[in-house]
């Protein structure tokens, strides 16, 4: 019988990581994921690093990719997310493309249109969020990990506190929206706090 030996989780041990991504929401929340560590967390926006184009097929193959590139132009390491809404009625739309939805504006009042729009009469309002994390280091390596929260759409929008599809999205056993939902509230169950639960397991664990 051949056994197979489970490759080993490398731990973060560094004070530094660049958060790559210049959406602000996203920033904020995965800083205060990492705050009670204690790791200094600056965003590619703030350092003025372009944005690489999304050309990967997964939610974790657009993660790895934006946290390579960020990790090559800096010399640091850095821990990216790719997350998106999944609509099935929509046949999982839009999916990876769910912040192109919004145009190069970023107009999540006009993806969230697109999205009742396209839905029309149907009663299936089902979808979930799913979030991919990657942690990459200069030499190459990269840790992914990824969540998923379940819940339904509603309208009009709900709430100014989140973020991108936020206010039209209840999760499921709930009654507010992810927009309605103090950051705190929203962390506890997010398809991001649940991604970020298995990278922390992995590499930030002892």
Known sequence: MIKFK???????????????SH????????SALLKPYGIEAIS?????????EETG?????NAELKARSASETTNQPSLSDDSGLVVPA?????????ARWGGKEKNFILAMNMIEERLGANTNKSAYFVAALALC???GH??????????????????KLGFGYDPMFVPSGGEKTFGEMEPAAKHAISHRAKAFAKLEKACFGN
């Open 137 to 139: 280091w200069p030499d």
């Open 23 to 30: 959406n602000q929401g996203k920033v904020r929340e995965i």
């Open 6 to 20: 489970m490759e080993k989780k490398r731990k973060f041990l560094e004070q530094k990581i660049i958060i790559a």
């Open 90 to 98: 929509l046949n999982g739309e839009p999916g990876i493309y769910s």
């Open 142 to 159: 990269c840790e992914t990990f990824e969540g998923r929260v379940e819940g339904n759409l509603v309208w009009p929008p709900r709430g």
């Open 57 to 61: 097929k997964t939610f974790v193959a």
């Open 44 to 52: 590619a926006g703030d350092l003025g690093l372009h944005e690489p």
